[in-house]
T-cell receptor, first 116, second 115 residues
Framework: GENVEQHPSTLSVQEGDSAVIKCTYS??????FPWYKQELGKRPQLIID?????GEKKDQRIAVTLNKTAKHFSLHITETQPEDSAVYFC???????????????FGTGTRLTIIP | SAVISQKPSRDICQRGTSLTIQCQVD?????MFWYRQQPGQSLTLIAT?????????ESGFVIDKFPISRPNLTFSTLTVSNMSPEDSSIYLC????????????FGNGTRLTVT
């Protein structure tokens, strides 16, 4: 099955600086890579996702890049703000089935702290 | 995205008892997924709840411990049976509201503490 590794486990950056979180995956058949943000005591919320036919995707201050050859993808947050402080999880989809039941395998999470 | 309601939001239970968690979605969905998030950990898939058939369990999870019902396309339950303190976790219901590889959305979770 799929194995997703995520680094770093904790990250502190000054407000206004950029933050980068990296993930690697093992299954070359994986084709969907979402990122989730989980604030303390709340549910994970999708912030951005990318599919394997795209190398980069941006949404305002957030961007994700994908390198299929190296099997890694990264989350980039620019101009960080205090409200970006949370735990971020990357994930990769399992082999696609005909039934839509492909599962997500999650990374171990990165606790991001923005220092005012 | 769909509105996913989970009940209860939290519970404290005694060892050896069982708890049933309910998940209600405001639209019909083919697949519903149950995840576990142990304290400070990542999310692990327990099983996929299929409407009209048995749930599909992931390695390390068995039906006797985590029986699942899926009576229709908007509702599912997960039971945590014969609980022990190791079952203390957040249990999350999740759904895809679109087709294959559409985004996965989570309910607010059930925070379970077993004493």
């Amino acid at each position: 099955g799929e194995n997703v590794e995520q680094h770093p486990s904790t990250l502190s950056v000054q407000e206004g600086d950029s933050a980068v979180i990296k993930c690697t995956y093992s299954d070359s058949a994986s084709n969907y890579f979402p990122w989730y943000k989980q604030e303390l005591g709340k549910r994970p919320q999708l912030i951005i996702d990318i599919r394997s036919n795209v190398g980069e995707k941006k949404d305002q201050r957030i961007a994700v890049t994908l390198n299929k050859t190296a099997k890694h993808f990264s989350l980039h947050i620019t101009e960080t703000q205090p409200e970006d402080s949370a735990v971020y999880f990357c994930a990769a989809s399992d082999r696609v089935s005909n039934f839509g039941n492909e599962k997500l395998t999650f990374g171990t999470g990165t606790r991001l702290t923005i220092i005012p | 995205s769909a509105v996913i309601s989970q009940k209860p939001s939290r519970d404290i239970c005694q060892r050896g008892t069982s708890l049933t968690i309910q998940c209600q979605v405001d639209s019909q969905v083919t697949m519903m997924f149950w995840y576990r998030q142990q304290p400070g950990q990542s999310l692990t898939l327990i099983a996929t709840a299929n409407q009209g058939s048995e749930a599909t369990y992931e390695s390390g999870f068995v039906i006797d411990k985590f029986p699942i019902s899926r009576p229709n396309l908007t509702f599912s339950t997960l039971t945590v049976s014969n609980m022990s303190p190791e079952d203390s976790s957040i249990y999350l219901c999740s759904v895809r509201t679109g087709g294959r590889s559409s985004p996965l959305h989570f309910g607010n979770g059930t925070r379970l503490t077993v004493t």
